[in-house]
């Protein structure tokens, strides 16, 4: 077998079979780099790179679901109301979050999904926006920066609630937050040693007023300390004794 023949044998892979050579890199290779002169031209214009093609298919049953029924593109012909689709989006919307994953109305055997049939829905006003032929139903405009406005309230409620009720989700899941009837922890016994820490007996008490009176005693300045940071209402009259750092 000649060279050549070795070269064009159905067992021997091409070169750009596994998308690559030591001297042909791949996209993603760190030598990689598109040195066609098309590439220059063609990273400056709109291409599909940023979208998701199985979606895009996906809505292209969609479209042929009721390009079937009334006929393929009639949206550019016979102008369409914004309105019309906008609450057909809701609709779509609403039943996908009401837990509804597929439209019944698709065809027997044809699974459009909810948000597909609603993004169809916007593709068939924008399209008709652009050749020019829809109509504008819409109600009156809101005044300008309204929906912005109303971040502030979400502001408030968030700073008025800062331990929000958990939102109920689907199948008896629970989100985020603090659920209503738990049973709260059991507080925990303190210590003995935690006890007397927080809470000093009343001979503890005396015996730190006793150093005070006395400037001499070696234990003053560190009961000048612990009463000036003490606010056991206990200790009365503790705040004119604190003598601390004067």
Request: charged share 20%; aromatic share 6%.
């Amino acid at each position: 077998m000649s060279s050549e023949s070795a070269a064009l044998s159905p067992t021997t892979p091409p070169p750009h079979a596994s998308g690559g050579t030591a001297g042909n890199p791949k996209p993603g290779d760190a030598q990689w780099k598109d040195n066609n002169p098309k590439a220059a031209f063609g990273a400056a214009k709109v291409g599909i790179d940023y979208l998701s093609l199985p979606v895009l298919f996906e809505q292209a049953i969609g479209m042929m679901a009721g390009g079937y029924k009334y006929g393929a593109h009639n949206y550019l012909e016979a102008p369409p109301s914004v309105m019309t689709y906008v609450a057909a989006l809701f609709r779509h919307v609403g039943a996908f979050v009401g837990g509804e994953e597929f439209d019944p109305h698709a065809g027997e055997g044809v699974q459009v999904h909810h948000l597909v049939a609603g993004m169809n829905c916007l593709h068939v006003i924008r399209a008709a926006m652009i050749h020019g032929k829809f109509v504008d139903d819409r109600p009156p405009k809101m005044p300008p920066g309204f929906i912005d406005s109303l971040s502030a309230s979400v502001v408030a409620l968030q700073r008025n609630n800062p331990d929000p009720v958990a939102r109920y989700l689907a199948d008896g899941k629970r989100g985020p937050g603090r659920i209503i009837g738990e049973t709260p922890p059991a507080p925990r016994r303190l210590s003995p040693a935690e006890e007397a820490a927080l809470f000093p007996s009343h001979d503890q008490v005396s015996r730190e007023r006793d150093a005070l009176e006395d400037r001499t005693h070696p234990e003053a300045l560190d009961a000048r300390v612990r009463l000036c940071c003490d606010t056991d209402p206990r200790i009365e009259g503790h705040s004119p004794l604190c003598t601390f750092g004067k």
